[in-house]
């Protein structure tokens, strides 16, 4: 699978929040070649305590390949990778009430009813049949830790759907970004965070939303300068 420019601005985006800074476990569902966990082990190098991160992949070619990403990195002591399917990872996870995570990320299969490839491997990637959202969300629910963050990157016309999806598994939305790819074009994605309130958190009542675009493009065909800003610690021409 090709790395898609919304992935790459999604991984650094959430890279510089601050809960996932603090992070000391995260949780990569779905890590395909392993781009997001090798982002976010670059900003967390510098932590004092090292942030473990975990890469769940059921697809096994692309387990093997982000495996062999890691081990290239110089953050491979600190990274492993999973090949299983969420399902049954999750329900590993909890019988044997295993560490559970601070931060949560994912850039799920979105298809639905659309035309499927011939190349079973895009399907297993890019289509929600083998994980659906609600079991997504439901294994999100029970893998992360109260006070934790989940973050998620959908296209921009299903994010009400996350968002109820999510909530209905005991998570609530406090941020999302909607993605353009210029400022006179329809939001392609949306990145959201969500956190598994503290009961603290819980009794001081609703959340407000914060709510933002960002447009990949400007008028002259060059990069935005926020998404210059958010990319240039990672693309080696910014």
């Known amino acids: ?92 996870v909890v019988s044997s009430n295993e560490q559970k995570f601070d931060c949560i990320i994912t850039n799920p299969p979105f298809y639905e009813g659309d035309l499927k490839s011939p190349d079973e491997k895009k399907n297993m990637a890019s289509h929600s049949v083998g994980l659906p959202w609600s079991e997504l969300t439901e294994h999100v629910g029970k893998l992360i830790n109260e006070g934790g963050s989940y973050y998620v990157l959908i296209p921009a016309l299903r994010s009400y759907t996350m968002q109820k999806l999510t909530e209905a598994n005991g998570l609530q939305l406090v941020e999302e970004v909607l993605v353009h790819n210029t400022s006179k074009t329809l939001p392609i994605r949306a990145m959201q965070k969500f956190i598994k309130p503290t009961p603290s958190e819980k009794a001081q009542g609703p959340i407000v939303v914060k709510r933002s675009k960002i447009f990949i493009k400007n008028a002259n065909n060059k990069y935005e300068s926020l998404f210059t800003e958010l990319l240039h610690g990672y693309y080696l021409h910014l």
């Open 1 to 92: 699978m090709k790395v898609c420019t919304d992935a790459c601005l999604f991984g650094a985006w959430v890279a510089k929040d601050e809960a996932m800074v603090k992070a000391t476990t995260i949780l990569d569902i779905g890590t395909g070649t392993g781009l997001l966990s090798l982002m976010l082990a670059q900003a967390t190098a510098t932590n004092s305590n090292p942030t473990k991160i975990t890469a769940i992949e059921i697809e096994a070619a692309a387990a093997t390949e982000a495996a062999s990403n890691f081990a290239l990195s110089p953050w491979a002591s600190t990274m492993q990778v999973v090949n299983s399917s969420l399902q049954d990872y999750g329900a590993s």
